[in-house]
């Protein structure tokens, strides 16, 4: 080991992550439920665009998206020049906090926001500040309350991850009213898709991207990694006002966005109808779950997304473990053993295919 003073990070350290060895006991398939992902692979029309756009890549990806930008506006009414795509919404949440926030700026979250929120403050050495969430939904009295001069960026997504519960949509208008202008307003949609029937869900979105219209200080995330099925491809967008574009791009890499990405984004809008009917099985999947969980003895906070945060009487960390990996051994289902402090006592997946549902359901049922 060297004595020599090495060059020092201007990031907090974190501790390298060790590698998982997963073996199923029984020698079942893992199936893991604990990234929120889509249980549905792309369809043909999605696998044939990234089969085509592989075949080119001796070439560059459009650095600006232009294409994927031009059917979003297409198909959400948003000007082109108000979006950006980033490799996933995450490296979109990554460069807002880089655009706009840096060391004795605050970053204020709800108190369990989405551990990306954390992860964000930490890197651009901005002190975190959390508002109660006394029902484990995000409040916007106590956001308002904790807004300070130092207040750079408010991030809060809705519905939220872990809780999975979510905000009325005239909540979110009064925060965005009621806030400085000075302050970012980050709203992260990445479970839009998943607040209710296609109707609703139109609604919702075209008031949420509304807010940009009306306060140039709110911005908006979205992803394809969730109903759209393509996470492993990285790609999410933001929509925000032409103030704020120059400040966005200056944060991005260049082509980050890379050309499989692109071209299966645009291939998924294209075939809307289709990723509505897999949001329409989640859902119908999520409430089939919720209400035969409830009944077998379990607590489940209201989701309006394609997971559930569930606990049982008298949990604590340790039995949450247990019930994990008795899960795990039995079947293979692998869930998320939520970390956030306050909620250790809880378990997260997300809707897999009905057959594999029915496994957890069994499992559940017979475990308390
Ligand atoms: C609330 C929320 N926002 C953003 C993301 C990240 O999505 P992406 O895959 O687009 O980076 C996730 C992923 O789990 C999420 O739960």
């Known amino acids: 080991m060297t004595t020599q003073a090495l060059p020092q990070p201007r990031i907090t350290p974190l501790p390298v992550r060790k590698r998982l060895q997963l073996t199923q006991p029984k020698g079942l398939p893992v199936i893991n439920i604990s990234f929120n992902e889509s249980p549905f692979a792309p369809t043909e029309h999605v696998l044939e665009a990234i089969d085509s756009a592989t075949r080119e890549v001796n070439r560059y990806g459009n650095p600006y ?21 980033g490799n996933g919404s995450e490296e979109l949440l990554d460069v807002i906090g880089r655009a706009f926030a840096s060391q004795g700026d605050e970053i204020l979250i709800p108190q369990y926001g989405y551990i990306q929120f954390p992860i964000v403050a930490r ?29 750079k960026i408010i991030f809060l997504a809705n519905p939220n991850n872990p809780t999975g519960t ?3 949509l005239v909540e979110l208008q009064r925060l ?23 109707n609703t869900v139109a609604v919702y979105l075209q008031q949420i991207h509304e ?13 394809f990694s969730k109903a759209h099925s393509l996470a492993g491809l990285r790609v999410g967008w933001c929509h925000a006002s032409t103030p704020m574009m120059n400040a966005l791009y200056a944060g991005r890499g260049m082509g980050t966005v890379n050309a499989a ?6 291939a998924s809008l294209e075939e809307l109808p289709q990723m509505r009917a897999n949001v329409d099985l989640m859902i119908s999947e999520r409430e089939r779950l919720s209400s035969a969980l409830r009944s077998a003895g379990y607590q489940l906070t209201p989701s309006a997304t394609n997971f559930l945060l569930m606990t049982f009487p008298g949990a604590t960390e340790q039995t949450a ?39 957890l359901l069994e499992f559940l049922q017979k475990y308390l």
């Open 321 to 359: 473990d247990e019930l994990a990996k008795s899960l795990f051994d039995e079947t293979g289902l692998l869930v998320n053993r939520t970390r956030e402090a306050g909620l250790e006592h809880y378990i997260r997946f997300s809707m897999a295919l009905p057959k594999d549902n029915d496994r």
């Open 123 to 151: 890197r651009v050495n901005a002190e975190l500040v959390k508002a109660a969430e006394p029902q484990l939904v995000t409040d916007v009295d106590q956001l308002l309350t904790r807004v300070t001069d130092q207040t």
């Open 65 to 85: 998206c232009d294409s994927l930008r031009s059917k979003l506006e297409e198909c959400f009414s948003i000007p082109a020049d108000n979006i950006i795509c």
């Open 176 to 198: 965005a009213q009621q806030l400085p202008t000075t302050v970012l307003l980050v709203i992260d949609l990445a479970y839009a898709e998943f607040t209710g029937d296609a």
């Open 211 to 223: 807010l940009v219209n009306r306060f140039p200080n709110v911005m908006v995330t979205r992803t």
């Open 166 to 168: 979510m905000l009325p």
């Open 261 to 266: 990405a692109q071209a299966a984004a645009i």
